[in-house]
């Protein structure tokens, strides 16, 4: 066998470089500078990210860190704070678990948006799509700590709470007493604080009157550990899932398309040689469907009703113990004695048969009609093998 390429080995690897060179020009020019996404992460410098909190924290001394990490392994000191800004994704039972510990042992934790409250002990959320397309100032509902510090602030909502009496509703609509947009309950030694919307910690919604006082105050103080939690955003170390989140994998696929195609190229050169299946043309419907053209352009419908009869008394001779040369009415009677039943009109079919095989006039709708009487008498007297549903 020939080492050098052909041409179709060379099409598809010229193909396989030409779609590469596409997918790396496209991911050159439309990957931007920075992380502009919107959404609250520390790492996205859009105006539905979180990147300005972050390091304004930072700058003030915080003790605050990025939680790349699993809920699993949170720690229970009792002395920390978790943000979970509107996370993606779901938690497992086993991070839900922890979570619950982590509350019990003293943790804080600020969840916002829908997606954030499905992570709490309990969740009593009802979806508001329509109020999130605008931002709206909310009003402070009860007194505390919280509220002394920002009587007012401002936020794109996403649902309201559904009021009980195991919580404390902070802030509400300041036209809808009834929406409650941020809540405050106490689990065990720890705290849960939900917002509507991570719209305060965001990069634009920080700037607005009152969200750095209510942000603040959430955090409860700078002697507390901040874990702003980055797992589900997607940010999770350097592990497989967060390269996957990555720029890296839109530098990677032209390389593994390449090598697909190298491989694809190889095992097309250097597998076994198998010749194409060609199909029989002795298979027995292509001689039926053949044989009955000729039979149908010669005008021979006497032919066929010949050769149909020849066989089915070959098959009777044989079945019965009766010679070639026994008249219908000898047949008739065999058959009735022998076979144990009576054939309706069975002698009446070989005579119209034994008159029709030299009728050159037979037209081919009562050779049609003769045939298939012979067939079902053959059928009556076990002279063929009717195939099952499974055999069909």
């Not at 065999?334 to 002698?347: C, D, I, L, N, S």
Request: glycine share 8%; aromatic share 8%; with cysteine.
């Amino acid at each position: 066998m020939s080492g050098s390429l052909t041409s179709g080995d060379r099409k598809l690897l010229l193909s396989a470089a030409a779609a590469s060179l596409l997918l790396i020009c496209l991911s050159v020019a439309l990957t931007p500078g920075g992380n502009t996404a919107e959404s609250p992460t520390t790492y996205s410098t859009g105006s539905g990210g979180a990147k300005a909190a972050y390091l304004l924290l930072q700058a003030a001394r915080y003790p605050v860190t990025r939680w790349e990490q699993s809920l699993r392994d949170l720690p229970d000191d009792g002395n920390a704070t978790l943000i979970l800004a509107e996370p993606q994704g779901a938690p497992t039972s086993a991070e839900r678990s922890a979570l619950r510990l982590f509350i019990l042992r003293g943790g804080r934790v600020i969840a916002t948006g829908e997606a954030g409250a499905f992570f709490l002990p309990a969740h009593k959320v009802i979806a508001d799509p329509i109020a999130g397309m605008t931002w709206r100032p909310l009003s402070s509902a009860a007194p505390s700590f919280i509220t002394r510090a920002a009587p007012t602030i401002t936020l794109a909502p996403q649902a309201y709470w559904d009021t009980d009496a195991s919580m404390l509703p902070l802030y509400t609509d300041v036209d809808d007493a009834d929406r409650v947009r941020v809540i405050k309950t106490d689990v065990g030694q720890g705290e849960v604080i939900w917002w509507a919307s991570a719209t305060p910690l965001t990069n634009a919604g920080l700037r607005e009157a009152g969200n750095l006082e209510f942000v603040l105050a959430c955090l409860g103080g700078a002697h507390r550990r901040i874990l702003w939690d980055e797992y589900f955003h997607g940010h999770r170390g350097s592990r497989p899932a967060s390269l996957m989140a990555s720029p890296l994998t839109w530098v990677a696929l032209p390389f593994a398309m390449a090598a697909a195609a190298v491989l694809l190229t190889f095992s097309r050169r250097s597998g076994p040689i198998v010749p194409p299946a060609e199909d029989s043309r002795l298979s027995p419907l292509e001689f039926v469907r053949t044989l009955g053209f000729l039979y149908q352009r010669a005008g021979a419908a006497a032919v066929a009703v010949d050769i149909a009869y020849q066989r089915f008394r070959y098959r009777l001779m044989r079945r019965m113990g009766i010679t070639s040369a026994a008249s219908i009415v000898e047949v008739e009677q065999a058959v009735r004695a022998r076979a144990g039943r009576q054939v309706p009109a069975f002698g009446d079919l070989l005579r119209a048969c034994e008159s029709a095989r030299g009728d050159s006039r037979l037209t081919a709708a009562a050779a049609l009609t003769l045939t298939r009487s012979l067939y079902d008498c053959a059928v009556t007297l076990d002279l063929v093998r009717v195939p099952t549903k499974e055999q069909a």
